[in-house]
């Protein structure tokens, strides 16, 4: 890993857009343009400039002495590189600068010298680059923004990309993190690896349920293998917590995918650590920037807390009058079946969601049939079914209809005559009808009386403070089960 295993003296590039050139002359032509971070092999001084040979462009070449720093790769030289990557791992900008220097430490320094910290830098270096390369909107010195990837790809440190809701996500792939877990490391150091390793921001929305679940599942063992409640006093509350909201949205998620692949059971487990998690963070200890993850993480939650819910007693349907039923349809999908009495066929309705049974209600008087859907992770529906001129219709209730990419539907409740239904929502968004003047995400929350017969909204409120018919009405599992009223 990094670099080559040669005594040699090293020029690293400390300035972005640093000409090679193919002599030592101001107006020779570039053989390429260097980033802070890239190494040469120096070879020797002419007329001004340092002879050089790339080895990564295998070319040699010139370049102005201010524009590097040389450094003889030797023990000797160990201490003065580690200070210099301590004090660059936490300037935004100079990333691929700092990874080159990691680079020469490494290189340089004893065996036995080396430990969690170097590693635990290199984390911190490269997930900020991939975060900087994932920004909606440009910063200064990002023109450089590619090569500096390219630089610290140069030194082993790799990253992956895709593309999620229009835009390129860049994401680190872990490895010095996976080492400060094999190599002990400290508390912070250890907190850090376990949400580095755990990003679901990183998760390539275009796996398949079968793929996606093997990833959540490396995520989900990498952030278990840092307990909160056994890390030191060295560890903030503001990072114990931050880890408890990691690992329930990463337990959230698993409890999806499970449910996807087929594993009830795992589903099930897995949703009651997401919750547990959940409300096991003090959310007064986080800081200003992790309260908009807290909400976020419920809100996955939200989306899976059916799946530990036991389904309602079939006697229930039975004095309703109804037959419901839940069965596999063509692959992939999952279809609901509801038939009455009088009626000669069941109704069938097909999705290729997730279908939680546990979330199925029936309306006062049969005046509809409720349950939740899952078509994604972290996004949940309420499908809505309502007798219709001797049939049946199906229809769907979303979170939020305005550049949602987080959220959750679920019912609270019915009126006595079946004429309304209570609604619960939330959901994240962003994009420009987001915060004003900005893209950053905003989660917004509602109470709603939803119309059964055609499910126009009625009436709402962001609080049940002053909904006193919502109040009235809603059903008592709901509120000992829901996650809007946090």
């Not at 995400?441 to 919502?470: I, M, R, Y």
């Amino acid at each position: 890993m990094f670099l080559p295993a040669l005594a040699v003296t090293v020029a690293l590039v400390v300035q972005d857009q640093t000409p090679l050139r193919a002599s030592a002359h101001d107006s020779a032509p570039r053989q390429a343009m260097l980033t802070q971070g890239d190494w040469l092999e120096v070879r020797g001084e002419r007329q001004g400039y340092v002879q050089v040979y790339d080895h990564r462009r295998e070319r040699p070449g010139y370049v102005r002495p201010g524009a590097v720093r040389r450094y003889e790769v030797d023990e000797a030289t160990a201490p003065k590189l580690g200070t210099l990557v301590e004090y660059l791992e936490d300037m935004t900008g100079a990333e691929s600068l700092g990874i080159g220097y990691a680079a020469l430490f490494l290189r340089a320094a004893p065996a036995g010298s080396i430990g969690p910290e170097i590693f635990d830098a290199i984390g911190r270096m490269a997930e900020r680059l991939a975060r900087r390369a994932s920004a909606r909107t440009a910063k200064a010195g990002d023109g450089a923004m590619g090569a500096q990837l390219e630089t610290a790809e140069g030194y082993g440190v790799h990253f992956v990309s895709f593309d999620k809701q229009g835009q390129t996500r860049v994401c680190y792939d872990g490895e010095a993190w996976k080492r400060v877990l094999s190599l002990g490391g400290n508390g912070p150091e250890r907190a850090r690896a376990a949400l580095g390793l755990s990003d679901p921001a990183c998760l390539d929305p275009a796996l398949g349920p079968s793929e996606a679940l093997g990833v959540t599942r490396s995520q989900a063992a990498a952030v278990d293998a840092v307990d909160p409640s056994k890390l030191g006093p060295e560890v903030g509350g503001s990072e114990v917590a931050r880890l408890r909201v990691r690992r329930a949205t990463v337990h959230a998620e698993l409890a999806y995918f499970a449910a996807r692949t087929g594993d009830a059971t795992f589903a099930r487990e897995s949703a009651d650590v997401a919750k547990r998690e959940l409300m096991l963070a003090e959310r007064a200890q986080l800081a200003d920037d992790d309260r908009l993850a807290y909400d976020e993480a419920a809100m996955r939650v939200a989306t899976v807390r059916w799946a530990s819910e036991a389904p309602p007693a079939q006697a229930t349907t039975a004095a309703h009058g109804l037959e419901i039923a839940i069965a596999a349809g063509e692959p992939g999908q999952t279809c609901v079946r509801v038939k009455r009495a009088a009626d000669a066929h069941p109704f069938e309705h097909c999705t290729y969601a997730v279908v939680w049974p546990s979330s199925v209600r029936i309306a006062p008087h049969e005046s509809a049939v409720a349950m939740v859907t899952q078509p994604l992770v972290g996004w949940s529906e309420l499908l809505v079914l309502r007798p219709s001129q001797g049939t049946w219709s199906a229809e769907t209730l979303a979170p939020a209809a305005i550049d949602p990419d987080l959220g959750y539907v679920e019912l609270a409740g019915f009126t006595p005559d079946g004429a309304h239904l209570l609604v619960a929502r939330e959901s994240r968004a962003s994009g420009p009808l987001g915060s004003p003047n900005t893209l950053a995400p905003w989660a917004q929350k509602a109470f709603q009386l939803v119309a059964t017969s055609d499910l126009h909204v009625e009436k709402q409120a962001t609080s049940l403070a002053s909904f006193g018919s919502f109040r009235r009405w809603e059903s008592p599992e709901w509120r000992g089960g829901t996650l809007a009223l946090r």
